[in-house]
């Protein structure tokens, strides 16, 4: 796809081949991102990543397919070992409330593998923080759920279905602005989502009754597939949606602050991501994760 903005990085793929995704790049100043420099990190990435492509395009082709695809992180393995530490910690984004007072936190972590496919980093680290856990292998690495929105891939092969986003209200209100747009209908690729609202932020101290706010709006929606950004809350909560919309939930974590323009983009995969902003929008009730003003289009 041929780019009319300028990028802050606009340059070539900055990592080994092996790893490229069409569309993207990755901020080469990160230490962390070094596993992109090693062949033996995934040596199959680009087999797997065909074959992750044919997965997304089968739920395209049956709409009676409903599958779960869940992405495991850092944040997600603090908050199912009760450690508070970063977004796991009570008081900031998963909890407002002290773990002793969870009474089914084991519904997270028996929630975790109800779903069809789970993605984790390529990452060493994250791998092993998995397997500290679970028995179960990984499917793909989470890079590939990234690389498809931020190359828009995902949304040029879904352009004859409708999408649903399940994000943070204070950020879908983002989304619905933006799409007032022109230029960045143009961008994404998109006319229109159908959006369902999630609390932005201590969705995981009554988990049942979350549920039931979500399951109420899905079972009055029509998206043909939808994609998913809800912390730490999709452990328990992903696999569960299935129950009232019969269709596929992807969980894409940070895409939803891609597509809402809060996007630090530093992040593996991101960094030509642009970050449509709105002029005369007051933006201090978004809950931003390090949110740093890079690739910015101010929209007036």
């Keep these: 796809m041929e780019e009319k903005y300028e990028l802050i990085s606009n340059r070539p793929w900055s990592h080994l081949k092996q790893y490229e995704i069409p569309g993207t790049n990755t901020y080469p100043g990160e230490p962390i991102f070094e596993y992109l420099n090693n062949p033996n990190t995934y040596p199959n990435f680009q ?34 070992t009760k450690q508070g530490i970063g977004s796991a910690s009570p008081g900031v984004r998963a909890l407002g409330k002290p773990y002793s007072q969870i009474h089914n936190h084991h519904e997270f972590i028996e929630g975790t593998m109800k779903n069809d496919y789970i ?129 596929s939930y992807v969980d894409v974590g940070c895409g939803i602050d891609a597509l809402a323009g809060c996007l630090k983009v530093t992040r593996s995969y991101w960094y030509n991501w642009i970050n449509f902003r709105l002029a005369d929008y007051n933006y201090s009730n978004i809950d931003y994760m390090n949110y740093k003003h890079q690739n910015e289009i101010i929209l007036k």
């Excluded at 089968?58 to 944040?75: E, P, Q, T």
């Excluded at 793909?140 to 498809?148: A, K, N």
């Design 47 to 80: 087999k797997e990543w065909e074959d992750f492509k044919k997965i997304v395009l089968d739920l395209k082709k049956d709409n009676s397919k409903s599958i779960s695809m869940l992405r495991y992180g850092d944040g997600d393995h603090f908050f199912l």
């Design 119 to 247: 993605f984790t980093s390529l990452w060493n680290r994250d791998r092993k923080l998995w397997y500290t856990l679970f028995d179960r292998k990984v499917d793909f690495p989470l890079e590939y759920v990234y690389g498809m929105i931020a190359n828009r891939w995902f949304f040029n092969n879904f352009k004859d279905k409708k999408i649903g986003l399940i994000g943070a209200s204070e950020k879908l209100n983002v989304i619905e602005k933006l799409l007032k747009y022109n230029e960045y209908r143009e961008y994404i690729g998109v006319e229109d989502f159908e959006l369902i609202h999630f609390p932005q932020k201590f969705a995981c101290d009554d988990i049942d009754l979350v549920e039931k706010f979500i399951g109420n709006q899905l079972i009055n929606s029509s998206a043909d597939i939808y994609l998913v950004g809800i912390g730490s809350a999709k452990l328990a909560l992903l696999h569960r949606f299935k129950k009232y919309r019969n269709v």
